[in-house]
């Protein structure tokens, strides 16, 4: 059983930062990779930053690369997303996801795959 749960979205003005944090439960959270992705209304949904078991691989979004930046830390069992420079284009709602297996190790850092979902932080962002 692996749950997530997303804090840190806000209402910020434009040129703002937030820090969002997705804290996990899972008996291996080492096991997991952890995802963000966010949701626009009428939009689909869309990855936003992936990492690894280990961190040592980190995938952006092209529209990410530059203002955002995924870590982990493994002995808190939470991922962080840093958003600098926020637009109105980055309101969304914010949702982190884990997939992988218990006692396995999570290499894939693609956007596919993602099996928990969290209920997600809401990001607004005014002009």
């Known amino acids: 059983q692996v749950q997530l749960r997303e804090s840190g979205g806000g209402s910020v003005q434009t040129g703002g930062s937030l820090r969002l944090a997705c804290e996990v439960r899972?008996?291996?959270?080492?096991?997991?990779?952890i995802g963000w992705f966010r949701q626009a209304p009428g939009q689909e949904r869309e990855g936003v930053a992936s990492?690894?078991?280990?961190?040592?691989?980190?995938r952006y979004a092209d529209f990410a690369k530059g203002r955002f930046t995924i870590s982990r830390d493994n002995g808190k069992n939470t991922v962080h997303l840093q958003i600098f420079g926020l637009t109105p284009e980055d309101t969304a709602m914010y949702y982190c996801?884990?997939?992988?297996?218990?006692?396995?190790?999570?290499?894939?850092?693609?956007?596919?795959?993602?099996?928990?979902w969290g209920q997600g932080t809401q990001v607004t962002v005014s002009s």
């Open positions: 996801a884990a997939k992988g297996r218990k006692g396995g190790y999570c290499t894939d850092g693609s956007f596919a795959f993602f099996g928990y």
């Open positions: 899972a008996d291996t959270f080492n096991s997991y990779c």
């Open positions: 990492i690894t078991t280990d961190g040592g691989v980190k």
